[in-house]
């Protein structure tokens, strides 16, 4: 069984940083995509960055470009999420997910297998 656990939210002050770490198990293959999403109260879910483990490919969205970098430990099979100069409008919980069959997709329903949560809360 694949499971995903997330942690490193927590509550941070504009500017300020905070590193999500996403560690997984049960995969079978070392070949999947592991994304990070995040959804605000009545927002939808935003796709946030992604990472192929079998080439290290990464893609990020255009809000968070220059400011947060996704990487992988293949070793502990946990990816990070280095959120920099966080903004209030980052605010939201960020889940992380993985997939075996999509190359980071941008697509939250391309993703089997989901994280519980993490909030991330920016003050101003």
């Known amino acids: 069984e694949v499971q995903l656990v997330e942690s490193g939210g927590g509550l941070v002050q504009a500017g300020g940083s905070l590193r999500l770490s996403c560690a997984a198990s049960?995969?079978?293959?070392?070949?999947?995509?592991t994304g990070w999403f995040r959804q605000a109260p009545g927002k939808e879910r935003e796709a946030v960055s992604c990472i192929s483990s079998s080439d290290g490919f990464t893609r990020y969205a255009d809000s968070v470009k220059g400011r947060f970098t996704i990487s992988s430990d293949n070793a502990k099979n946990v990816v990070y999420l280095q959120m920099n100069s966080l903004k209030p409008e980052d605010t939201a919980v960020y889940y992380c997910a993985a997939d075996e069959h999509y190359y980071c997709s941008e697509l939250g329903d391309d993703y089997d297998f989901w994280g519980q949560g993490t909030q991330v809360t920016v003050s101003s």
């Open positions: 049960g995969f079978t293959s070392d070949d999947y995509s």
